[in-house]
């Protein structure tokens, strides 16, 4: 048995000389093992040999630990690399955090050497009064930064005069103002329920059981883990309860936030969105959105109910209608409009509600209507295809590795539930196809798949060209459409550019339906068709020409005196001729007549043709867009940078009159008011430029300026309130139910809508 020296404080002294500080790492004194029985030293002549033994000494406790920290690390850190597989990131060594270097951070001073003042606590209390100060332990504490304060009157002075102490004291004067209004609260409601267990309880008592159950419901945190945490909760010095008696104060959190949202959103113009989903239940879930007059967009969650079966038209209308009228208390005029995704129950049910509330608009959602577009694309030997893969590729680890292995990149995740997930994976295979026959090899190799990866080679192996054509079509076609879905999603003002970025869509459809006009729309596709073609007399080849335009040409000889490189000889249209060698005409080869260019065209086309019968009207009422994307060509005008370069007149505002609620603003009378304001904000959108590239950038741009100019356009500023309200997405409702996953696990699968909608 080893004996560790690190503590003895003999093998010390030998070490250090006198007055060291011991606490410093020690180099130890080596300890010489020998296995023969005399344990005699080796004379200065021979070289010894270390024993095994000492060899095991001297490898672990050449380098003395510290501590169980420095033991640890040296654990993970001396190991030889090519001795164990690389551990996964959840196991690699946390990164402490450090202190800035010397000169960086503020030097520290120490022990102080100032001596306090002979005065009490309560007399700098009275010297500062209303600086949340107040005597704890003995001593001078903020309440409102959470600090120990010095008693020198000078460093008293210096802390309530900061910045950080002035922030936080206006935090904690609203959290007071808070806390007092809840006591109110809760000794009112207890007087009139007297019978209820907790009725004699002190409202001091109260007000933290409440808050203690709000922080709870916040953090996503099951109410049943306060039994656990009660012992450090319980170091407020406040006693708690148990969780059964916790969750009493759950619908009075509830009823508090319906009282917040009534008070924020009173005299604001609100737009509703509403969706439901099967996935967590039959659930429905509704967020209000409105722009205040500081020219902020908010969003709210004002509604999440969990129901006992999926709800038709009628039940579906009569829950929103309740909200607004009951439990939000709007006015009717106040509800700007409601927006939806494009299943049918929901366009039926805001049929019905419009009615209910006429100056409500009614919108689809544009990224479910992208999305819904992108699945009529075509391709059926890709979907086969991708079926098999995803199966496989996306659930399997090891051939995960071999595609990365492959090709240096990590394929993207698949979701069932996530816009465009599946179009994301097939771009990263189109990126990567020169792979994928290896790929498909390497599977088979090692037995990944069995029955899948034979099904992925046999459609493969089919008609490869066809299958990279399906690949390289799906991604010169959809890669618009994609990424205005993702463009689209957010809570900013995407409203103002939902007509520019689907007018580009519709354009590309309609320059797919002729021939002459696709040519360069898939140049992928273009470029896999010509690496399969073999130049002949009677092709035609399309080259640009530097200042002269693009001429058309046809190979009229091949010369093939040369065997390595034979001469291909052009004649153009205009009678000149030219010489090129094979890797210069193959990319001048024109493939618009080929037919798998022309079945490639024909399988997007129909993806197309499905978005412009949406946007005009020509479909099933409760997937009609035409009154949405009008709403949303109007809207254009509530942006400055279109109007600065648009000739805009009286026309443009009486044709506003197609939206409801400006329509029938301040009785009726906001469109003549508008007109009458035309000229100076035309004016004053003079010299006003944006970037329509990022959203982001956009929204910011455009709030400011209207933050800037609204006084002096009164009637303007308050119908863009109105339009910027709108959301033409429904990704507010969709992002409700990805926060319910991440807050609520399994734990807390039953509990009751007014647990989850107080939590949010």
Known sequence: MLVDYSSDSESLSDCEPAGKDVQETVTLRPVHLSLSPTNTAPTPTEERQPSRLEGAYERTRARPLVNAFDQFKRKRGTADPEEQPALAAHERERVLPKKPPAGVRRASAGNRVTKEPNVQPSQRIKEFPNESLRVAAGKLFCSACKETLSLLKQSVKVHITSSKHILAKAKYAKQRQDDDHIKDVLTEYFKEHTDESQACLDPEVHLYRYRVTEGLLYAGVPIEKSDDLRPLLERA?????????????????????????????????????????????????????????????????????????????????????????????????????????????????????????????????????????????????????????????????????????????????????????????????????????????????????????????????????????????????TLGLLKTTYELEGDRLEILLVFRRVEKLRAYGRQLQSDNENRGLLPNVDAVIRRSLQPKVGMVIKKAFHGHGVFMGRISLIDKSIPAEWEYHITYEDGDRETMLLAEVAPLLEVAGDKLRQYAVEELRGAYEYLEKRLTGNCDSSYDCSKAYLVCELAQLFDPCFLASNAVDSKWVQRLAAINPIARAEGGTLLGKLEGELPAYMAAAVGFTCDYSCVTTFTEAVLGWWKRNASELPSWSLAARIVFSFSPNSCGCERVFSLLKTMFGEGQDNCLADYLQSAQ
Not at 301 to 327: E, K
């Open 237 to 477: 010095e406040i006693k708690l309860t148990g969780s059964q008696h916790l969750k009493t104060y759950i619908p009075k959190i509830e009823a508090m936030e319906f009282e917040t949202l009534s008070t924020e959103l009173k005299e604001q113009f609100v737009f509703l969105q509403f969706d439901g989903t099967r996935r967590l239940g039959e659930a429905l879930n509704t967020v209000a959105r409105y722009c205040d007059p500081e020219f902020n967009v908010e969003m709210r969650l004002v509604q999440f109910v969990t129901l006992a079966a999926s709800p038709d038209n009628v039940a579906l209308s009569m829950t929103i209608s309740n909200l607004v009228t009951r439990q939000l208390g709007l006015p009717f005029d106040a509800l700007t409009g409601f927006g939806r995704d494009s299943v049918k129950v929901n366009g039926t049910a805001l049929a019905r509600l419009v009615v209910v509330f006429p100056s409500a608009v009614g919108l689809l959602c544009i990224c479910h209507t992208l999305n819904n577009t992108g699945e009529r694309v075509g391709f059926p030997e890709k979907r086969d295809f991708m079926t098999s893969w995803l199966i496989l590729v996306q659930n399997n680890n090891n051939a995960k590795q071999l595609w990365k292995a492959l090709t240096q990149t990590t394929m993207v995740g698949f979701s069932n539930i996530r816009w465009w997930s599946r179009q994301e994976v097939e771009n990263e295979i189109s990126l990567n196809y020169h792979s994928v026959p290896t790929f498909l090899d390497q599977l088979d190799a090692q037995g990944v798949g069995d029955a899948t990866t034979r099904k992925m080679r046999q459609i493969h192996e089919a008609d490869p060209l066809l299958l990279e054509v399906s690949f390289a079509a799906g991604y010169d076609g």
